[in-house]
């Protein structure tokens, strides 16, 4: 059973100590990002760790490639956090200085002067910020010297993988990756949905690549070069949660036990590995203090953990309202269905759905809205925007559709749109409905419409 089934087998004791041994260590290019995140300290024992193993690292010539493409977008996520903070402060000190004031204390209360509490306050500030202002000066951003990409060229110079041939392998691998997707064949199958709606492929070196492929590319690249190299033990350090790397089973919640069996037995059959094993950063960290017998401290480990789970909750906050987004279009576009004969989605620019009646052309643009205040700021740009499709592209009308999830909040968009928003002018409409939808699975499955903006009455 086990010699035909090993990829649901966990290693035996001799075969981890063997693994730690012999193994390569190669990284996903979110360790790599994720290096900018973390504090100086636990980034220098990370790398510390890595530069220890020497000959022993590599990555694939697609990890360079990622890495490089992203890391000014990290750092320039990183150096904004400096005003982020600086604008919370403001604006909490702010709002404690016009409560005092519409309280009129000095007026109306003989024992309450808070004056001196927003001056020590104040001076407090004043102090942070100018600590603040110091430590974004010595931190990387987007222009400056970039000593953690120094320590990454020097360990990876020799360490990487070679660049793909030519256009015809890569476009091999998109096919192949088109049939394993639709099987949901691990890696990658998770994100095949990156470019439905807005193709991402980029070009380097005179080749095409495209986002959604670019975990099957990286394990491509991982299977060549250990068939290559005839290597019997690897180990992937990944900070990807997906299913589609890991073997994720329903006990009392979603347990994760290890990395998934089909991956095992596919890099055993094309390249004969005999060991394939996979851990993210926190794992790693923790197995090398004990293998290696690394200088890792729980600090590390801890923050390592945290940083983790941060960006996991974005993602999954991010892929969720992706679908709640999708699935909002989807319901608006049912509802506009019995409205018009023929109704088509927008692939290119401009609205999300076109429709034609009487020999008119109508344009749909459909937006989710969580907080209604976060729309406001944004409006004047979608109207401008409408406008021109009226004017230029010769819509007939153009309606903005605002799908709200919490009905309640509906009366402060009306009020928001009514007090911000200039007479429409022309076929431009403003419409605002209800989402029926499933918190549990995060879908929208009906519309419900409520405000009609140009006709003026509900509809």
Excluded: C
């Excluded at 005839?230 to 997906?242: A, G, P, W």
């Amino acid at each position: 059973m086990k010699n035909l089934f090993k990829g649901y087998y966990k290693l035996s004791d001799e075969e981890f100590e063997s693994l730690w041994k012999n193994a390569l260590f190669i990284f996903d290019t979110n360790v790599l990002l994720n290096l900018y995140r973390y504090q100086s300290s636990t980034r220098d024992e990370l790398l510390q760790v890595i530069e220890r193993l020497e000959d022993r690292v590599w990555i694939p010539y697609h990890v360079g490639l990622e890495f490089q493409r992203n890391r000014l977008k990290v750092i320039a996520e990183q150096h904004k956090r400096f005003s982020e903070v600086k604008g919370i402060v403001e604006k909490s000190i702010s709002d404690m200085k016009n409560d005092f004031d519409g309280m009129q204390l000095k007026k109306r209360h003989s024992h309450i002067n808070p004056d001196q509490l927003i001056e020590n306050i104040e001076k407090i500030q004043s102090e942070f910020f100018e600590e603040l202002t110091k430590q974004e000066k010595k931190s990387i951003s987007v222009n400056s010297e970039d000593e953690i990409r120094d320590r990454i060229d020097k360990l990876f110079q020799k360490n990487i993988g070679v660049p793909p041939n030519n256009q015809t392998v890569i476009n091999d691998w998109f096919s192949d990756g088109d049939t394993r997707y639709k099987y949901n064949m691990p890696p990658g199958y998770k994100d095949s949905a990156k470019d439905e709606k807005n193709p991402d492929g980029f070009t380097y070196s005179g080749l095409i690549y495209k986002r959604k492929y670019g975990d099957l590319i990286i394990w491509k690249q991982i299977i060549t070069h250990a068939s290559a190299n005839s290597l019997k033990n690897i180990i992937f350090i990944t900070d990807d949660s997906k299913a589609d790397w890991w073997w994720k089973v329903e006990s009392n919640g979603s347990k994760t036990i290890g990395v998934r069996p089909e991956l095992k037995d596919e890099i055993l059959r094309e390249a004969e590995v005999d060991n394939f094993h996979v851990y993210n950063t926190e794992s790693f960290l923790s197995y090398a203090k004990q293998q290696l017998n690394a200088q890792v401290t729980e600090k590390t480990i801890e923050e390592v953990k945290e940083i983790s789970n941060e960006r996991q909750e974005k993602v999954l906050r991010s892929r969720m309202l992706r679908q709640m987004a999708d699935s909002a279009e989807k319901a608006v576009h049912e509802w506009l269905s019995h409205k018009f004969s023929h109704l088509e989605h927008n692939m290119h620019s401009g609205p999300d759905f076109v429709g034609y009646q009487d020999e008119h052309k109508y344009g749909f643009e459909v937006k989710l809205i969580r907080e209604p205040r976060y729309v406001m700021h944004r409006l004047q740009e979608m109207i401008y925007r409408s406008y021109y499709m009226l004017n230029e592209e010769r819509f007939y009308e153009v309606a903005i559709i605002f799908v709200v999830l919490d009905e309640e909040a509906i009366p402060e968009l009306e009020h928001w749109i009514r007090k911000r928003m200039p007479e429409l002018q022309g076929n431009l409409r403003i419409i605002i409905g209800k989402a029926e939808y499933s918190e549990d699975e995060g879908f929208v499955y009906g519309f419900i419409p409520y405000t009609d903006f140009n006709l003026g009455h509900r509809m």
